[in-house]
Nanobody, 124 residues
Framework: VQLQASGGGLVQAGGSLRLSCAAS????????MGWYRQAPGNQRELVAR???????NYAESVKERFTISIDIAKNTAYLQMDSLKPEDTAVYYC???????????????????WGPGTLVTVSS
């Protein structure tokens, strides 16, 4: 399973960016997709996560500013980031987990995959 992220870049404080993450390869189903970020000198932290049932979780620092969504048919998750702040500057990593193909139409073993990361820079 491969994850490909896009949409990072440079934006001024108060601006918006939209990240996309598409899962490809041979798998049975996606269970959850999410975004994590890592700023220099910091540990990787959860930003937002969404299940295939559209249950959403957000870090406190991004609530009311970021919105995660998922298009199950396209195996793609989106992160709409509004009112960006300089402290949002980080490398953002897409994560997805689910199940590989099993026998017949059944799900097989679980997988957990990461994308290569996309840089988001917010200038003050």
């Amino acid at each position: 399973v491969q994850l490909q992220a896009s949409g990072g870049g440079l934006v001024q404080a108060g601006g918006s960016l939209r990240l996309s993450c598409a899962a490809s390869g041979s798998f049975h189903s996606i269970a959850n997709m999410g975004w994590y970020r890592q700023a220099p000198g910091n540990q990787r932290e959860l930003v937002a996560r969404i299940s295939n049932m559209h249950d959403e979780n957000y870090a406190e620092s991004v609530k009311e500013r970021f919105t995660i969504s998922i298009d199950i048919a396209k195996n793609t998750a989106y992160l709409q980031m509004d009112s960006l702040k300089p402290e949002d500057t980080a490398v953002y990593y897409c994560n997805g987990n689910g199940y590989l193909r099993g026998k017949g139409w059944s799900p097989g073993r679980a997988f957990n995959a990461w994308g290569p990361g996309t840089l988001v820079t917010v200038s003050s």
